[in-house]
């Protein structure tokens, strides 16, 4: 919220960013292969997806075994870790968190083990009836038999006791089957968002809801089978695209291949916003490369907000960057680099200092004074949440001389929080909820402010207008969010006293 001087109320922070996605997940089925750094690998491409807690569980045919920990792929894993998890299947998980808090006992994949079998799961998505989930655990375990908070962990326990029963009514214990039935009559039950890899000990397994909110995708290697987030983390580890996993699909990976079955009728509505920042530039979505995709929603905002008179076009590195090349070629305003970024900032544990604190983003980008100097600037972003981002870039940009400065969102205004699995801010706290785009241009300082209207940035994705969710453009939710299931303590020990 901006204050009478123009100020907007939240202080400058470092981390404050746009939307953090949930999480990436990755699994691979691929006898003699070293599957656990094949997924090591895979999480480095999803990365982005999670930076809070990262884990890799492998089996052998015999066991599970998990590894994960607090922190970055790299700084959870090294050689002797990798080394020790042997054997044919890789879950793999980098998170963050949206249901349950960031801690260890809410890291992925999850795990249980029955006295029939095992089972490890990771979760991309945020589901919207957990409460009622949990509520189907056994009455002997309710909340305090979870081993920990998160949506996931409800889903894991009631897949593997789900599993259990089933292999036991069908005379298979041990075996797939069961676990592939539990999922089948579990999955029609569970609302909300969620791309599930998991793994027994003999099989790999994947689901996606019926809106598809998340992405998935399966890819084959010369000797098995990868599933991940992203088509970019497929190119990684060598694997070739097969398709996306269908909305409503549930899809089991072994030696007799891949196999398929329908659990709900898909009702498409993949998350709009994937296209504008969380997915990778080098990642496709509906056979829709993302970097044309935002480079085409470049061009579109040029011809929504011309930035007549201006000399130059630079973008927030790196997600502003297709956009602004975009732009730069439709208004033909000349494309420079005008701020430079430290990758080497990323998301750290480490407080930074009051002194530092204050001046806010600098850490993350400083300008190129001889680039910005005497020049009339147009600066090119993905979105505006907060906006304190937006005001710091503004200030920089005009203390390295810049006569002008034009800022151009390739996104329309984020004006609704998420609740299928992106850490939004609440309304609250969305400058957009409640400032006008005139008040919002005054609170961070530019001399113009443009945001690409919803119908171009649906148009730039190539998909069918009905097949996509955009709620937290235009507040019309797919699937009901009752208020108890809002928040990432639905089942912390206070929220379910």
Not at 3 to 8: A, E, N, Q, V
Not at 314 to 334: C, F, H, L, M
Not at 462 to 474: I, K, M, N, T, V
Request: charged letters at 20%; aromatic letters at 6%; proline letters at 7%.
């Amino acid at each position: 919220m901006a204050k009478p001087d123009g100020r907007l109320t939240h202080d400058l922070d470092p981390n404050d960013r746009p939307p953090r996605d949930a999480c990436g997940v990755f699994g691979v089925w691929s006898p003699g292969e070293d599957v656990a750094k094949l997924a090591y690998y895979g999480l480095h491409a999803l990365q982005h997806r999670g930076q809070e807690s990262a884990g890799i569980a492998v089996s052998d045919g015999r066991r599970i075994v998990v590894h994960k920990e607090m922190g970055l792929v790299a700084q959870v894993f090294d050689e002797p870790s990798l080394t020790a998890l042997r054997g044919d299947i890789a879950v793999a998980h980098c998170r963050y968190s949206t249901t349950g808090a960031p801690v260890w006992a809410n890291a992925q994949p999850t795990f249980r083990s029955t006295p029939t079998l095992s089972l490890a799961l990771g979760h991309n998505g945020n589901l919207t009836n957990t409460r009622e989930l949990a509520a189907m655990l056994p009455p002997e375990s309710g909340f305090a038999g979870l081993q920990a908070t998160s949506d996931t962990d409800v889903l894991t326990e009631l897949i593997a006791g789900g599993a259990e029963k089933a292999a036991e009514a069908g005379g298979l214990l041990g075996t797939d089957s069961g676990v592939e039935e539990a999922a089948v009559r579990l999955l029609p039950l569970v609302r909300g968002a969620y791309s599930l890899v998991f793994t027994d000990e003999h099989t790999l397994y994947a689901a996606r809801d019926p809106q598809g909110f998340r992405p998935l995708v399966i890819g084959q290697l010369a000797g098995g089978w990868v599933v991940a987030s992203e088509t970019a983390a497929l190119d990684i580890v060598g694997a070739a695209f097969i398709r996306e996993v269908e909305p409503g699909e549930l899809i089991t990976l072994d030696e007799r291949g891949v196999r398929s079955r329908r659990f709900a009728p898909a009702a498409p509505k993949v998350c709009l916003f994937e296209y504008v920042y969380l997915a990778r530039p080098d990642t496709a979505i509906g056979g829709r490369g993302l970097h044309a995709t935002r480079v085409d929603i470049g061009r579109r905002l040029a011809a929504e907000h011309p930035a007549p008179g201006a000399d130059i076009v630079i973008p927030v590195p790196v997600s502003g960057t297709p956009a602004a090349i975009g732009y730069a070629e439709a208004s033909g305003i000349p494309y420079g680099q005008g701020l430079v970024k430290n990758s080497y900032v990323g998301r750290t544990f480490i407080q930074p200092s009051q002194t530092i604190r204050q001046l806010g983003i600098r850490l993350k980008l400083n300008p190129l004074r001889d680039v910005i100097a005497g020049r009339r600037i147009v600066v090119v972003d993905d979105s505006i949440v907060r906006g304190n981002t937006q005001q710091a870039i503004v200030a920089m940009l005009r203390e390295a001389g810049a006569l002008e400065v034009h800022v151009r969102i390739a996104s329309p205004p984020v004006k609704w929080p998420c609740f299928y699995g992106i850490d939004f801010a609440t309304r609250d706290e969305l400058l957009a909820g409640h400032c006008s785009v005139e008040e919002i241009q005054a609170a961070i300082g530019a001399d113009s402010l443009g945001y690409v209207s919803l119908d171009g940035l649906v148009a730039a994705t190539e998909q069918p207008p009905g097949s996509l969710c955009r709620a937290c453009f235009d507040g019309h939710y797919p699937v009901p969010v009752p208020e108890d299931e809002r928040g990432k303590g639905v089942l912390e020990p206070a929220a379910t006293a």
